[in-house]
């Protein structure tokens, strides 16, 4: 069995990340951290979960675990230096946040307005996309897990832009997420009286933390829209792009045709789009292609996943997996 550990154990991935593993049989999990609930069990938080006690960051054994998993807000400041101490002792690391997503330093430098503060680590981390970056994945000691939201927009697109298809540069992603999305922690923005019986956008143009995760991996210039719908899980996205003129639906579908062996890709059959009920729940990204106006090339593409899944917990399982030598699909 491979040990591993869960730092932010009580945090809305954490949980998922969880019900996960304990049902995952080739894995233990050695240790579980929280912030405001260290000291106390992981079922005196969530009732119906195992015994296992939360220890606070600095009081989590390294020594006992294969892997880490560190599921703590961007700008955790016991982060990066977590995350050096485990790599520096041979173990090797999951992380869920955006810190070592962009792998260009430049890049990074010019989206943040300012240099990485751990070049080295930037630089040793694979972004943590199965899909495309598998081998990789396989042999990193430290993995970058994929955004929801940059999920939802670079699976869809990069068969086309692989394809050759793409004709227009500039695409629009318009998303739409559930609340779990910004985490458990209480925020003005997404409690139960701010969100319920509304929708709203946020952070729209270029100016979400996400966007560069995916031009960087789709290289192609996006606008992207983000919204909150007052639901608990799941992503919806819709993409207007233009292929090249007189691109027909069979050959702009052909282009799936690389996640014909992926497990958890589903491109609909043509008519269908995508609901969240479809993938909540699930680990599946599930696509649908619309043809707008084949003489221009315009097309729409809906997408579909579960955040917390294939957006987060479930990804960082399979990615686990590979990095481990399971079965890919192992526990999912
Ligand atoms: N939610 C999603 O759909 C999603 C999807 C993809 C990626 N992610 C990324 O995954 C990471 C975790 O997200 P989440 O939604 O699970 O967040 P969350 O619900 O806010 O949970 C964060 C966890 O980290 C702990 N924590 C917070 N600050 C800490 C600190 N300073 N020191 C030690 N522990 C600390 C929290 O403990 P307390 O509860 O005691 O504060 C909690 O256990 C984030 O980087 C997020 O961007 C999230």
């Not at 670079?154 to 998303?175: C, H, M």
């Not at 925020?187 to 701010?194: D, V």
């Not at 210039?221 to 996205?237: A, D, K, T």
């Amino acid at each position: 069995m491979a040990r591993v550990g869960i730092y932010g154990a009580t945090g809305y991935t954490g949980f998922e990340l969880i019900k996960l593993l304990v049902r995952h049989p080739e894995v233990e999990i050695a240790f579980a951290t929280a912030r405001s609930a260290a000291g106390q069990r992981l079922s005196d938080v969530f009732p119906t979960m195992l015994d296992t006690p939360l220890v606070a960051v600095e009081a989590a054994d390294l020594h006992a675990v294969d892997l880490i998993f560190t599921c703590l807000p961007h700008g955790t400041s016991e982060l990066i230096p977590l995350v050096q101490t485990a790599l520096e002792a041979g173990k090797r690391v999951i992380d869920f946040s955006d810190t070592f997503r962009l792998t260009d330093p430049d890049d990074y430098a010019r989206r943040r307005g300012k240099p990485h503060p751990a070049p080295e680590l930037q630089s040793a981390a694979v972004y943590g996309l199965p899909e495309l970056h598998r081998a990789q994945i396989r042999q990193a000691h430290l993995v970058a897990n994929t955004g929801c939201y940059p999920l939802s927009a670079i699976l869809p697109l990069w068969p086309l832009e692989q394809a050759g298809l793409i004709a227009d540069r500039t695409v629009i992603v318009d998303s739409k997420s559930g609340v779990s999305g910004a985490g458990r922690s209480l925020g003005m923005k997404t409690h139960f009286g701010e969100t319920h019986e509304t929708f709203s956008a946020y952070s729209v143009g270029r100016t979400h933390r996400h966007l560069g995760e995916m031009e960087q991996e789709t290289g192609l210039h996006i606008i992207f829209s983000p919204h909150l719908l007052p639901v608990y899980r799941g992503i919806l996205s819709t993409i207007y792009v233009t292929l090249q003129p007189g691109t027909t639906l069979a050959q702009a579908r052909a282009a799936y045709t690389v996640f014909a062996d992926e497990p958890f890709i589903k491109l609909l059959p043509e008519g269908r789009l995508p609901e969240l009920r479809h993938v909540q729940q699930t680990m599946f990204l599930a696509l649908g292609l619309q043809p707008v106006e084949i003489d221009v090339g315009r097309y729409i593409i809906v997408a579909a996943l579960d955040n917390l899944l294939k957006g987060a917990s479930g990804q960082a399982v399979q990615n686990m997996n590979l990095m481990l030598g399971f079965a890919e699909t192992m526990g999912l």
